[in-house]
């Protein structure tokens, strides 16, 4: 065997300014992304009391979102090769904008459950197509760091949502106290959304079309205009050249081509929904969904746990920014191995931590013994350094650059409504799991983190550097690498 062959076409020796325009145009769905999906952290509690509902059905309205975001993402993938990545952008920012008036608006739990999925049908979407266009509009050299602008975009997203939650909640004397206009607090941390999801849809307008699409679609001379202008390519032509031959144009993209002999679909596939699964078993979601409520549980008020929820964020946006100059100089497979280890150590220091905790007669918890309760407090914080800087942004540049061109937005697809699936059933049972103990949640976070460490190690392929069209070329990973069988072109199975 040998290794796939250096990528033929020259490729860009400098970051285009443009193209950074762009991937911050695209990211923005991001943002959006992590905004929707923080925004319930800091108004849990209130809907509960609102709607008197069971700590059941609180998880189930909480996590309702998920299931739209699993449906779309399934969508947008079929969506995107029909009708191109921009439109995808621009329904998803209408959708965005419906969710936070309705959600902000609704008058019973039904209501809210069926905007909030509403605008989960959004985020799915956004999960999809911003990863994949970046990729499609990066140069090889800095794809790792353009594409991680999407985990970027998330964290600041997640920040966003926190502190705009923490000043409506310090502002009206509580996320339950009515604020302007007679309406409660939690209300406007829905609503306060349509600001961004407007400036989405308005910057989406605006940027060019991924010339992977258009080379699928045939205007060639768009395409090259594209790539010429934002990718920094120098030999245009042949750059066309190699994407027709990747997406063999002359055949019709769907679902069907992600077909194989391992359980029904191609392994690189497998290795893609196995990727999104990991990343949301480890439970990362549970602090940014959960964390307000679960730092009230070990004594802190309300505003000390909004603040504590705002600096884990904060802290996720800064080791985000040192992943993002990381990702194209050590690569994305040592960066996840990292990750795995940093992550199953601070877990298993969580659950170790929540044993030494004292409960009431209800089984909450109301204190620790000695130290405990700091320990737990910087295992969480660990945790979210370990992610931020590994699992967080580097699935996502991997899903975006993994998978060949004919097979990219629909594999992405499935990829990424995997992982809301997966992010749906971790977010909806951690009530239950909490009932349990919380010593056996992060228990079970810190053995899945152990098996991710394992899964990187075997089925995990080092991308860095790599150009798209080479994706095609390979067909099975080797000691972390995609290597060819045979010395002619053959694609991935």
Same mark, same amino acid.
């Given at each position: 065997?040998t290794?796939s062959?250096?990528?033929?076409s020259?490729?860009?020796?400098?970051?285009n300014?443009?193209?950074?325009g762009i991937?911050?145009?695209?990211?923005?769905?991001?943002f959006?992304?992590?905004?929707?999906? *923080?925004?319930?952290?800091?108004a849990?509690?209130s809907?509960?009391g609102?709607?008197?509902?069971?700590?059941?059905?609180?998880?189930?309205?909480?996590?309702s979102?998920?299931?739209g975001?699993?449906?779309?993402?399934?969508?947008?993938?079929?969506?995107?090769n029909?009708?191109?990545?921009?439109r995808?952008?621009?329904?998803a @920012?209408?959708? %965005?904008?419906?969710?936070?008036?309705g959600s902000?608006?609704a008058?019973?739990?039904?209501?809210l459950?069926?905007? &909030?999925?509403?605008?989960g049908? #959004?985020?799915?979407?956004?999960?999809?197509?911003?990863p994949a266009y970046?990729?499609?509009v990066?140069? *090889?050299?800095?794809?790792? &760091?353009?594409?991680?602008?999407q985990?970027l975009?998330?964290?600041?997203?997640?920040? =966003?949502?926190?502190?705009?939650?923490?000043?409506?909640?310090?502002?009206?004397?509580?996320?339950s106290?009515?604020?302007?206009?007679?309406?409660?607090?939690?209300?406007w941390?829905?609503?306060?959304?349509?600001?961004?999801? #407007?400036?989405?849809?308005l910057?989406?307008?605006r940027?060019?079309e991924s010339p992977?699409?258009l080379?699928?679609?045939?205007?060639?001379?768009?395409?090259?205009?594209?790539?010429?202008?934002?990718?920094g390519?120098?030999?245009?032509?042949h750059?066309i050249?190699?994407?027709?031959?990747?997406?063999?144009r002359?055949?019709?993209?769907?679902? &069907?081509?992600?077909?194989?002999?391992?359980l029904?679909?191609?392994?690189?596939v497998?290795?893609?929904?196995?990727?999104?699964?990991?990343?949301?078993?480890?439970?990362?979601?549970?602090?940014f969904?959960? @964390?307000?409520?679960?730092?009230q549980?070990?004594? %802190?008020?309300?505003?000390?746990?909004?603040?504590t929820?705002?600096?884990?964020?904060?802290?996720?946006?800064?080791?985000t920014v040192?992943?993002?100059?990381?990702?194209?100089?050590?690569?994305r497979?040592?960066m996840?191995?990292?990750? @795995?280890?940093?992550m =199953?150590?601070?877990?298993?220091l969580?659950?170790? #931590?929540? @044993?030494?905790?004292? =409960?009431?007669?209800?089984?909450?918890?109301?204190?620790f013994?000695?130290?405990?309760?700091?320990?737990?407090?910087?295992?969480?914080n660990?945790?979210?350094v370990? %992610?931020?800087?590994?699992?967080?942004?580097?699935?996502?540049?991997?899903?975006?650059?993994? %998978?060949?061109? &004919?097979?990219?937005?629909s #594999?992405?697809?499935?990829?990424?409504?995997?992982q809301?699936?997966?992010?749906?059933?971790i977010?909806?049972?951690?009530?239950?799991?909490?009932?349990?103990?919380?010593?056996?949640a992060y228990?079970?976070?810190?053995?899945?983190?152990?098996?991710?460490?394992?899964?990187?190690?075997?089925?995990?392929?080092?991308t860095?550097g790599?150009?798209?069209?080479?994706?095609?070329?390979?067909v099975k990973?080797?000691?972390?690498?995609?290597v060819?069988?045979?010395?002619g072109p053959?694609h991935?199975?």
């Amino acid at each position: 065997m040998t290794e796939s062959p250096a990528p033929a076409s020259p490729v860009a020796s400098r970051l285009n300014r443009r193209v950074i325009g762009i991937s911050i145009g695209a990211a923005l769905g991001g943002f959006l992304f992590g905004f929707d999906s *923080s925004v319930i952290n800091g108004a849990v509690d209130s809907i509960q009391g609102e709607y008197e509902l069971s700590d059941a059905f609180t998880g189930f309205a909480v996590a309702s979102t998920l299931l739209g975001c699993a449906v779309g993402a399934w969508f947008a993938g079929t969506i995107a090769n029909r009708y191109g990545r921009i439109r995808v952008m621009v329904l998803a @920012s209408i959708l %965005f904008l419906a969710s936070a008036l309705g959600s902000g608006l609704a008058f019973g739990i039904w209501d809210l459950v069926i905007w &909030r999925v509403l605008g989960g049908l #959004a985020v799915g979407a956004a999960s999809v197509i911003a990863p994949a266009y970046i990729a499609e509009v990066s140069p *090889s050299k800095f794809r790792g &760091r353009l594409g991680s602008l999407q985990q970027l975009a998330i964290v600041t997203g997640i920040f =966003t949502a926190l502190l705009t939650g923490q000043l409506f909640a310090e502002a009206a004397g509580g996320a339950s106290e009515e604020f302007w206009f007679g309406l409660e607090a939690w209300r406007w941390m829905f609503m306060a959304e349509a600001i961004p999801a #407007a400036i989405y849809g308005l910057a989406a307008l605006r940027l060019p079309e991924s010339p992977r699409y258009l080379v699928g679609r045939g205007d060639d001379k768009q395409a090259a205009e594209v790539l010429r202008m934002f990718t920094g390519v120098e030999d245009v032509d042949h750059k066309i050249e190699e994407i027709e031959e990747s997406l063999h144009r002359e055949e019709k993209q769907s679902l &069907r081509d992600l077909r194989g002999r391992a359980l029904g679909l191609k392994p690189i596939v497998w290795t893609g929904i196995l990727l999104s699964v990991f990343q949301q078993f480890v439970g990362i979601n549970v602090i940014f969904y959960y @964390s307000t409520t679960l730092w009230q549980s070990v004594g %802190f008020e309300e505003s000390q746990a909004f603040l504590t929820s705002t600096i884990t964020s904060i802290t996720n946006i800064v080791v985000t920014v040192v992943a993002i100059i990381l990702v194209d100089r050590i690569g994305r497979r040592l960066m996840l191995l990292i990750g @795995s280890a940093g992550m =199953t150590v601070s877990l298993g220091l969580m659950a170790v #931590a929540f @044993s030494q905790a004292i =409960t009431d007669d209800a089984g909450e918890v109301t204190d620790f013994v000695g130290a405990w309760g700091t320990i737990a407090v910087v295992g969480a914080n660990a945790f979210v350094v370990f %992610f931020g800087a590994t699992w967080g942004p580097v699935v996502w540049v991997l899903l975006g650059e993994m %998978f060949p061109n &004919r097979i990219r937005a629909s #594999a992405l697809a499935v990829a990424a409504a995997a992982q809301w699936l997966a992010n749906w059933a971790i977010t909806v049972s951690f009530p239950q799991m909490a009932s349990i103990g919380l010593t056996f949640a992060y228990g079970f976070y810190a053995s899945m983190a152990l098996l991710s460490l394992v899964f990187v190690f075997f089925r995990v392929p080092e991308t860095k550097g790599m150009e798209l069209e080479a994706m095609n070329s390979d067909v099975k990973v080797k000691r972390g690498h995609f290597v060819r069988e045979t010395a002619g072109p053959a694609h991935i199975d």
